[in-house]
């Protein structure tokens, strides 16, 4: 039974990478309810047969450690319900390492059967619809192509490429195990097109990457016994796909999928065939002496022919491969410097991160802090919600305990499967924990340039990796003193902590489902349907600040669409209540307060849209058009403390309108110019007033509506009545003298209001 739990758990992980890379909530959470209810079944067996677990492991330790972080993040983090979900993403993560680790500890003769084999065949296939994505066969979000490179199932190339190389290495294994000729074939054929899939990526991080990792693979973590053997099993996978990759390529790139198909084909049939031979040569009797002198004598001839022929040989590569890869892949190899515009944007998320974990070093800022905070200290704008490293991602959700926990995670992870290599008794467990800890090492460097591990599905596998590792690296023996005994004070809060989890998963997944629904109505404009599913949403994950505030959004578009007074009212309500929610559950989310100053500004309720577009610039203070709703807030605002009596409140908004002209970032903005003049005019600082509305009036066509009748009052204020001639015929200036703003600013102006 223990047996058929570790393999479903397994599947979840082999699975993971198809469903979208369990990115995005609805898949993600299902599989956290998956794996709680399949890891309380585990843990059930375990105590009712009163079996004791060995948990003897640092690398259980630090990931109880780092638990403990985004625990402790809980005291000062900006959104509780982002930190929620890391919490329970760390939960998930050790439960699994516990499961795996306490049976696989004991069985290591199935780790190749069940875990490598079944994390492989998902691979292969994501690989296959990756492919399939390239030539055209389907699109979508199954095999997204951007820019001819293939995003496979995770819909981002980087990590698709980080992906089929981890899948690679662990095939590795199999066919070095293998023990017939022909299944070691047909494997060296299935890595071929996991090549192909990972080249045409064209993910520049995995090219700097994958050499390192194949040239430890063959020279140095491979044991004695296998290094010959991967070697030759390397070229048999590579060979053949530098020779069909440029007419794959061009047929694909044609849309002749059947075609393209052909030539993977091809590829697959010559890496079985070169294995195959490779393996059949191997076969032939050969005596030490002899091995040794076809390689002293092979060493000689290579020295030799590269010290003679070595700049020929350069150009003759040179040539080869600028005439076998394929232009828009080799153009991306070409690019690899620090000057390339995704270096230079990574630079910029590493200094910004380091700024935050500067200003809370202690606690971080917990789970999805840095998605609400990094415009607010962002140098140059962009939209990233991930650091691009995820090492700077947990210091700053997790402060200085997370990070020194994962740090020590990877490093005690890295060293069991280093030691675990070397304790194995059979060659097949040495070649396994080899192959393990290349493809950990892949994931691991890797994610020090990208957001691998924000993929759930990519976070399954570096813990079932790190678990897998820690089998490989301790003992068996019976006799061992478990560090924990099935005690009832330890097992009932455990499982009852899974079980918790494992509910608000189902729940949490519900939500996403929902949101994504939501999204996809609201998108096509039906409105109703949005506002129901939005609602779900909302009670399925009520700490959740998305839905709500996207009913906000959506409630003021009703509001705003009603004919009846009531019913305007009463949407509107309820548009306020949930913006106002939303923004207390994530107050630094520009999202969120975008949409909150939108509400506010509908309810005619302007100085608190003020107050938020001011809070908006503050978490956003590069995108100009937060200017733009902080001048109109400043502006209407003061008019309606003018409205209310509050003179002195009046002046000071009106006069923050005018002062936002100062800003470097609002001086060319004419929308901001706009506000500003009409602040200045209400203020009789008509020169001012002028300049700005003179300068705003190309902005755009209702702008200039607007802006006409002002420059229309302000003529008159001025004793210039007959520069009005020329509006004379404008049909927008017919009933100038009757529209509210001209009567209101008249009053404030003949009156003197704010005048000293």
Known sequence: ?????????????????????????????????????????????????????????????????????????????????????????????????????????????????????????????????????????????????????????????????????????????????????????????????????LFFTSSRGVFLVFPPIVFLVLFFVMPAGARMRSFLTVLAMTIPMVVTMQTFNAVAQQKQTQSAFIWIFIGFVLSALLMLGFDLLRKIPMSKPT??????????????????????????????????????????????????????????????????????????????????????????????????????????????????????????????????????????????AASLLCAFLALSLHSVIDFNLSFTSMGYLLWGMIAIGAAYGVSSRKGEIPLWQPQAMYQWPMFALVTIVGLASVSFSLAGYQMERGAEFKKQIVAVQAITAYEKAARYDPLHAGPHAELADLYSWMAYTSKLEAEKQEWMTKAIAQGERAIRLDRYYPYYNRIMTSVYFSANMNTKAAEQALQLLNVQPLVKANYELVAKGYTEGGLQHYREGNLAKAKEYLLAAVQLMQEEAAKSNKTVAYYAGKAALALADFSQAEQWLTFARSASLELKMEIDRLLYLLNQQTGRSEENAKYKGIIWMGMVESTPVYKELKTILDNGVFQD
């Open 291 to 432: 091995q040794y002198c076809v390689l002293a004598l092979s060493g000689i001839v290579i020295i030799i022919v590269g010290v003679l022929q070595g700049p020929l040989i350069i150009e003759v590569v040179k040539q080869f491969i600028l005439t076998n890869i394929p232009k828009n892949v080799l153009n991306r190899m070409q690019d690899i410097n620090l000057e390339t515009n995704s270096v230079v944007m990574r630079f910029e998320f590493y200094k910004e991160a380091w700024t935050l974990i500067q200003r809370q070093w202690w606690f971080g800022y917990g789970g999805g802090g840095f998605a609400s905070l990094y415009q607010s200290v962002q140098v140059l704008y962009y939209a990233a919600k991930l650091v691009h490293n995820h090492y700077l991602q947990i210091f700053v959700e997790s402060g200085i305990l997370g990070i020194l926990s994962f740090l020590g995670l990877i490093l005690t992870a890295g060293a069991s499967m280093f030691f675990g290599r070397l304790k194995q008794e059979l060659l097949e467990h040495r070649v396994e």
């Open 1 to 197: 039974m223990k047996k058929a739990i570790v393999f479903s758990m397994v599947l979840v992980l082999a699975l993971g990478p198809l469903f979208r890379g369990l990115f995005f909530g609805f898949e993600m959470y299902l599989s956290f309810a998956i794996l709680a209810a399949l890891g309380n079944a585990y843990l059930f067996l375990k105590w009712s047969n009163k079996e004791a677990f060995y948990l003897r492991h640092g690398s259980l330790y630090c990931g109880g450690a780092l638990l403990v972080a985004y625990l402790l993040a809980f005291v000062q983090a900006v959104n509780i319900r982002g930190n929620i979900e890391a919490v329970m993403q760390v939960v998930v993560y050790l439960l699994l390492f516990l499961v795996l680790f306490d049976y696989y500890r004991e069985h290591k003769e199935e780790i190749l059967s069940t875990f490598f084999v079944p994390i492989t065949a998902g691979g292969v296939l994501a690989a296959i619809l990756g492919i399939a994505g390239y030539t055209h066969l389907f699109t979508g979000n199954y095999a997204t192509i951007n820019s001819s490179r293939i995003h496979a199932t995770l819909q981002y190339a980087n990590t698709a490429a980080v992906y089929f190389m981890l899948v690679a290495l662990l095939l590795m294994a199999m066919i070095l195990n293998g023990k017939r000729i022909w299944l070691k074939a047909l494997l060296a054929g299935v890595g071929h097109v996991l090549l192909m899939a």
